[in-house]
């Protein structure tokens, strides 16, 4: 069962509570067809240890071990991709770094029980580098990272087929913009070369004019 609060002091100072399991997937139930997609993206504004996050990659992860199991090329693309999908804003940075770890830790968990063995560290180090672009400390209210106090910017992260099959184009955008101007076309803070999907955290910005 999940533990609600870590202590009541953590209540009192920040409001922190925590949702169960049972009250997180009857949530998600309601979205369900939305959970099973891979690109569909999710961002929770209060993400505290990843209660809800983690629940989401497991169905996401679930479709793609069912989809993808004979190719661990296919598998290990399409697993980034639903990693790419979940952002999280967080107040308290050890629930940052913990819900970090705990969506890390479990992706990796599902890689190797369905390619023992045979694992990719790149992979893996891929993963661990989206998860810190797109689980963040910072405040939904004020859109600000807590430490800076600059905007919030999170990076959206899509498949294309060039320069080579299984690459990924990221475009970095500030979040009060996404929310000021929901359903408006967005201007991208900072755009990069694509590349291939293993290689993302060596894509090179491109230049505005």
Known sequence: MTKQIKSKQRVADHGEVFTREQEVN?????????TL??????????????????????R???????????????YEFYAVLAICSIYGIELLKDNVEACRKRLLSYFILQY???????TNPD???????????NIVQGNALTMCYTESQEF???SQWSPVSFPRKFSLKRHDFQYQYLV?????????????????????QNAKPIDKL
């Open 112 to 118: 190797e029980q369905t390619f023992p063995n045979q």
């Open 123 to 133: 992979c893996i180090a891929v993963v661990a580098f989206i998860l810190s672009l």
């Open 60 to 74: 996401k992860l679930e479709i793609v071990e069912k989809n993808y199991r004979t190719s661990q090329r296919e």
């Open 37 to 58: 997609r891979i690109e569909s993206r999710f961002l929770e504004p209060a993400c505290g240890d990843g209660n809800f996050l983690i629940q989401i990659l497991k």
């Open 180 to 200: 000021d101007n929901a359903g408006s076309p967005y201007q991208s803070l900072q755009e990069f070369r694509s590349c291939y999907f293993l290689d993302i």
């Open 26 to 34: 009857a949530m998600l139930d309601l979205v369900k067809d939305e």
């Open 152 to 154: 919030l910017h999170f």
